[in-house]
């Protein structure tokens, strides 16, 4: 066994927690979503190879048991939620924006505008600021497409927020 599942619940419980409220916008979604991800991290822990990162390996589960709540639910409806804890980085250098409420709102609602799997994209990139080889793990996807898709999509937050 790679660690023990407390220890792995203790260290990723936040992280996870955060990108699934992203996805779902409701609490009681995401304690549903989060629980399921344990279990199955419960199950195949004595399977994970190393392959990836622990890390890369629980938000691909998390990642999963997301699309397939949305399918079982057929519902991926937004509603109130609280934005305050969230910040975002819209520059991939060193000098990070600070965003006011307005911009934060107006960024998050066009990440929830998104179909899978770039809002996951912007989520893991923008928000748990992760970088492009763990995201293209995570999601299935290919390193450019995901430096390539984020980029195409900065370019369109950055001029919805110019708009603003």
């Keep these: 066994m790679y660690r023990d599942i407390e220890d792995l619940y203790s260290e990723y419980y936040q992280e996870l927690y955060k990108y699934i409220y992203l996805m779902t916008l409701n609490k009681y979604d995401t304690e549903d979503i989060l629980h399921n991800t344990f279990i199955k991290v419960m199950k195949g822990i004595?399977?994970?190879?190393?392959?990836?990162?622990?890390?890369?390996?629980?938000?691909?589960?998390?990642?999963?048991?997301?699309?397939?709540?949305?399918?079982?639910?057929?519902?991926?409806?937004?509603?109130?939620?609280?934005?305050?804890?969230?910040?975002?980085?819209?520059?991939?250098?060193?000098?990070?924006?600070?965003?006011?409420?307005?911009?934060?709102?107006?960024?998050?609602?066009?990440?929830?505008?998104?179909?899978?799997?770039?809002?996951?994209?912007?989520?893991?990139?923008?928000?748990?600021?992760?970088?492009f080889g763990t995201i293209a793990n995570i999601l299935n996807k290919t390193d450019v497409w995901c430096r390539v898709t984020f980029y195409r999509m900065k370019r369109k937050i950055i001029d919805l927020l110019a708009q603003e």
Excluded at 53 to 71: D, V
Excluded at 82 to 97: G, L, P, R, W
Excluded at 116 to 126: A, D, G, M, Y
């Design 46 to 131: 004595k399977s994970f190879k190393g392959q990836s990162t622990i890390k890369t390996w629980l938000f691909s589960i998390a990642h999963n048991e997301c699309i397939n709540y949305f399918l079982q639910n057929k519902r991926n409806k937004a509603e109130s939620a609280d934005y305050a804890c969230i910040t975002i980085v819209v520059q991939d250098s060193m000098d990070k924006t600070m965003l006011k409420k307005e911009e934060v709102e107006i960024i998050l609602r066009f990440i929830r505008a998104q179909k899978e799997p770039i809002r996951s994209l912007l989520i893991l990139r923008l928000i748990d600021e992760e970088a």
